[in-house]
């Protein structure tokens, strides 16, 4: 019996990595306009490695990449990366398809919702209310919130803990098998995985369920309910 649903939020309900894209570029672009000597291409790629080393929230990843390169900021130019970034990151928000109507229907059915990232606070409650996905939610647990990042067994416990459910009552929805499944499963808390947002080439996720479109979870959700 499927009482809550656990939910990531970036790649599983938000296209996060196209923002991160669309918005690099945008970015870059308003920095060559403002001066920046090097090729788009060539900066997206130091920029996007730079996210890799430091870790795709770094709010200050432009300063480090100018400082980098050149040995100095350009405030000209680091301003106008920052509001090109910012104006197109507004722009390209977005959910997945069915996001919506799949939590309504979830709600309907009387099921529980939280979420659990590791993403920051602040960025992620800009992102869950600029999609109005804010009611939806009994809580949203962030890094801040657990101290831990997934597959460590608090932030789960601390959603079992709010949500007033047992694992086996359960489902964690996500898009990063190594970190949402494993997590989940070690608990013995269901999972589902978000194929549609995985970014890793994921071949066996280890879920109990594999994600094309998040509307086949309300099937699953009645699937589970009458066993």
Request: with cysteine; proline share 4%; aromatic share 8%.
């Amino acid at each position: 019996m499927i009482k809550a649903i656990i939910f990531d939020i970036d790649n599983t309900l938000v296209d996060f990595m196209k923002i991160k894209r669309v918005a690099v570029e945008a970015a870059v672009e308003a920095m060559i306009d403002a001066g920046l000597k090097m090729p788009k291409e060539e900066m997206v790629d130091k920029i996007h490695k730079a996210y890799g080393e430091e870790g795709i929230e770094d709010q200050h990843i432009f300063d480090k990449v100018l400082q980098r390169e050149f040995g100095h900021i350009d405030y000209r130019i680091l301003a106008s990366g920052i509001i090109g970034y910012r104006k197109a990151k507004e722009g390209t928000m977005s959910l997945y398809p069915h996001v919506h109507l799949t939590l309504t229907t979830l709600a309907k059915m009387g099921i529980k919702m939280i979420i659990v990232t590791d993403a920051p606070r602040l960025p992620v409650w800009m992102r869950i209310c600029a999609l109005e996905l804010q009611h939806y939610f009994e809580r949203v647990l962030s890094y801040e919130d657990t101290g831990e990042k997934k597959p460590s067994p608090k932030p789960f416990q601390m959603a079992l803990d709010i949500l007033k459910v047992k694992p086996e009552e359960t489902l964690m929805v996500g898009d990063w098998a190594e970190r949402d499944v494993v997590g989940a499963k070690k608990m013995g808390i269901k999972t589902a995985f978000a194929r549609y947002g995985d970014r890793f080439g994921t071949k066996d996720s280890g879920a109990d369920y594999d994600l094309n479109d998040i509307l086949e979870l309300v099937e699953i959700v009645r699937k589970e309910n009458k066993k």
